[in-house]
């Protein structure tokens, strides 16, 4: 199947600092990501969806100044934590859809673990 | 808005047993597509099944199948024969514009 990265796999800050996470499809192109957030023993959370050439479209309640993203091409989608926060420690996940003759299939990334001091 | 109900929070079963996991949707779209993702501790979620809403027989995948009711918007997953390597957190997920998930079902799978 098809597969999508993500960089770093774990990362630690401190308090204030920016924080970037790239997402990647490594076998098909994707004009569309998505951003998910994931707390402990709790669901996947929607926090915005990337569009290459275009702004992102995030979800309600999620700060698009403090949650940067850039989908610089058909193969990469970055996310930036700006002046991150402890609250900000999460599980951090990407989707890519690919489109093919069976329809839509959405393949995920392995995530990244962001913890802030 | 699109909301995934799953109203089971844990399931065990038996080793070689079969069981099944509930999901409830809802959504005024007509076509969209219905997914069930497994995610181990690695936290990696990996497909286990798809379903296409305009396809009216039930997905198959080896010893996983699903029973989708449309009208009901009901989308069931039966693992058979179930096997160690199934324990894992299993989440119903929709895809119309953007995909939602349910709050997930923890399986246990007893020896």
Known sequence: ?117 | AQTVTQSQPEMSVQEAETVTLSCTYDTSESDYYLFWYKQPPSRQMILVIRQEAYKQQNATENRFSVNFQKAAKSFSLKISDSQLGDAAMYFCAYLANDMRFGAGTRLTVKP
């Open chain 1, 1 to 117: 199947g098809a597969v999508v990265s993500q960089h770093p796999s774990r990362v630690i800050c401190k308090s204030g600092t920016s924080v970037k996470i790239e997402c990647r499809s490594l076998d098909f192109q994707a004009t569309t990501m998505f951003w998910y957030r994931q707390f402990p023993k709790q669901s996947l959370m929607l926090m915005a969806t990337s569009n290459e050439g275009s702004k992102a479209t995030y979800e309600q309640g999620v700060e698009k100044d403090k949650f940067l993203i850039n989908h610089a091409s058909l193969t990469l989608s970055t996310l930036t934590v700006t002046s991150a926060h402890p609250e900000d420690s999460s599980f951090y996940i990407c989707s890519a859809p690919q489109t093919s003759g069976w329809g839509d299939t959405q393949y995920f990334g392995p995530g990244t673990r962001l913890t802030v001091l």
